[in-house]
């Protein structure tokens, strides 16, 4: 599959989100292909989670427990990053496994934008997954300066880029953003060194001749340039640039260090608010390390897995009695069968193929059915 053989190549956000569902719908859907299509006995299945534990998802462990009959396993970190030293144990506690994998991000009803959701013990809006957030800030910054900062003009028929320094290693950087913005020599004609021309007005920045091939890209967008200096904006896109880690401390962490060499294509994406595009990428990455692990874990070898990985997108909704909601776009999955070393990948349509062939049974137990019959043989206990 081509989304497993080129790692610096991000999913596409529209063929990976082109199929929505609400929770019931999923979760219904995931039991019966758990059931028909991998043979699995629920008897001996155990769920695992590979998410956020966060209360906007909070929902989604009742489903676990109505669904399987078992609290899910967590098999996850903090940015629903897989905790590869969970699988085997999760192995040792069941024949089968049936993975719930990937990132989270927030929708925002009044605008109508996603990349954002509600808090309600902070009693207002901020980026979900709180770890992503955190982890692309300083790309965000970074390039949000750049691309305010990198000014397009005209000037005897010749369009000219105005640089900053900073862009070309020429002054220290803010040594409180781990990560640089580095230009690629593919934005300008010529060379660095031999064809910049210092300018008197701002002594800071640089003008060079902008590349042919940006100036094609530029006509071909009928993008208007003048006299006037103006932003680069949007058209600064990932070919033209990459991001250094020059801080002197290494990676803070396994997210930070597996999603650097993608945030030149992250922060520039214009279908969905990069903080969609990072959770999807990083859901991308997590799947492909869940493939690698099963299939590299002797203790799994022997066991049933079936693994589904995609987005949630979480939901505030004050009128309802719980007010948070979410709904879940497959993108990836995996299945082994038992007694199997190795198994099959599925892709976006593939797995959404597979889920639609399902029905979710309508004799499946609510969570209150299992807690009244609890409640029902309930007896006193003495010790």
Same mark, same amino acid.
């Given at each position: 599959?081509?989304?497993?053989?080129?790692?610096?190549? #991000?999913?596409?956000?529209?063929?990976?989100?082109?199929?929505?569902?609400?929770?019931?719908?999923?979760?219904?859907?995931?039991?019966?292909?758990?059931?028909?299509?991998?043979?699995?006995?629920?008897? $001996?299945?155990?769920?695992?989670?590979?998410?956020?534990?966060?209360?906007?998802?909070?929902?989604?462990?009742?489903?676990?427990?109505?669904?399987?009959?078992?609290?899910?396993?967590?098999?996850?970190?903090?940015?629903?990053?897989?905790?590869?030293?969970? #699988?085997?144990?999760?192995?040792?506690?069941?024949?089968?496994?049936?993975?719930?994998?990937?990132?989270?991000?927030?929708?925002?009803?009044?605008?109508?934008?996603?990349?954002?959701?509600?808090?309600?013990?902070?009693?207002?809006?901020?980026?979900?997954?709180?770890?992503?957030?955190?982890?692309?800030?300083?790309?965000?910054?970074?390039?949000?300066?750049?691309?305010?900062?990198?000014?397009?003009?005209?000037?005897?028929?010749?369009?000219?880029?105005?640089?900053?320094?900073?862009?070309?290693?020429?002054?220290?950087?803010?040594?409180?953003?781990?990560?640089?913005?580095?230009?690629?020599?593919?934005?300008?004609?010529?060379?660095?060194?031999?064809?910049?021309?210092?300018? @008197?007005?701002?002594?800071?920045?640089?003008?060079?001749?902008?590349?042919?091939?940006?100036?094609?890209?530029?006509?071909?967008?009928?993008?208007?340039?003048?006299?006037?200096?103006?932003?680069?904006?949007?058209?600064?896109?990932?070919?033209?640039?990459?991001?250094?880690?020059?801080?002197?401390?290494?990676?803070?962490?396994?997210?930070?260090?597996?999603?650097?060499?993608?945030?030149?294509?992250?922060?520039? @994406?214009?279908?969905?608010?990069?903080?969609?595009?990072?959770?999807?990428? =990083?859901?991308?990455?997590?799947?492909?390390?869940?493939?690698?692990?099963?299939?590299? #874990?002797?203790?799994?070898?022997?066991?049933?897995?079936?693994?589904?990985?995609?987005?949630?997108?979480?939901?505030?909704?004050?009128?309802?009695?719980?007010?948070?909601?979410?709904?879940?776009?497959?993108?990836?999955?995996?299945?082994?069968?038992?007694?199997?070393?190795? $198994?099959?990948?599925? $892709?976006?349509?593939?797995?959404?193929?597979?889920?639609?062939?399902?029905?979710?049974?309508?004799?499946?137990? @609510?969570?209150?059915?299992?807690?009244?019959? =609890?409640?029902?043989?309930?007896?006193?206990?003495?010790?």
């Amino acid at each position: 599959m081509d989304y497993l053989k080129s790692p610096s190549i #991000i999913p596409d956000n529209e063929s990976v989100m082109f199929r929505q569902y609400a929770l019931a719908s999923f979760f219904g859907k995931l039991r019966e292909a758990a059931i028909h299509h991998c043979n699995f006995d629920l008897a $001996g299945t155990l769920p695992v989670m590979v998410e956020c534990a966060d209360e906007s998802q909070s929902l989604k462990a009742l489903y676990f427990m109505a669904t399987f009959g078992a609290s899910p396993f967590v098999g996850g970190r903090v940015g629903a990053e897989l905790d590869v030293g969970a #699988i085997a144990p999760a192995a040792h506690h069941a024949e089968n496994l049936v993975y719930v994998m990937g990132s989270h991000a927030g929708y925002d009803h009044e605008t109508k934008t996603m990349g954002k959701i509600y808090r309600e013990k902070e009693g207002g809006f901020s980026p979900c997954c709180g770890k992503l957030a955190g982890v692309i800030g300083p790309y965000l910054k970074e390039y949000e300066y750049a691309r305010n900062n990198i000014k397009l003009f005209k000037e005897e028929n010749r369009v000219l880029l105005e640089i900053p320094s900073r862009f070309l290693g020429m002054n220290s950087t803010d040594l409180a953003n781990p990560a640089r913005l580095c230009l690629r020599p593919s934005l300008i004609r010529g060379d660095w060194e031999s064809k910049g021309v210092m300018t @008197s007005e701002s002594p800071y920045s640089v003008v060079f001749e902008a590349h042919p091939d940006l100036q094609q890209a530029l006509k071909a967008k009928k993008r208007t340039i003048t006299h006037d200096p103006s932003p680069i904006g949007d058209d600064l896109t990932g070919e033209y640039f990459k991001f250094l880690w020059i801080s002197s401390d290494p990676f803070p962490d396994g997210i930070t260090r597996r999603l650097h060499p993608l945030m030149h294509q992250v922060v520039c @994406s214009l279908d969905y608010a990069p903080m969609v595009t990072v959770a999807n990428v =990083n859901t991308w990455i997590e799947f492909n390390r869940f493939v690698d692990a099963v299939q590299a #874990i002797p203790d799994v070898f022997s066991k049933g897995v079936f693994g589904v990985s995609g987005l949630t997108i979480d939901l505030y909704m004050p009128t309802r009695s719980y007010h948070y909601s979410n709904v879940y776009y497959p993108q990836y999955a995996f299945f082994k069968p038992t007694g199997q070393a190795e $198994g099959t990948i599925m $892709g976006p349509s593939e797995i959404n193929k597979l889920l639609d062939a399902y029905t979710p049974t309508k004799e499946r137990p @609510s969570l209150d059915q299992i807690l009244q019959c =609890n409640d029902k043989n309930d007896e006193e206990i003495e010790f």
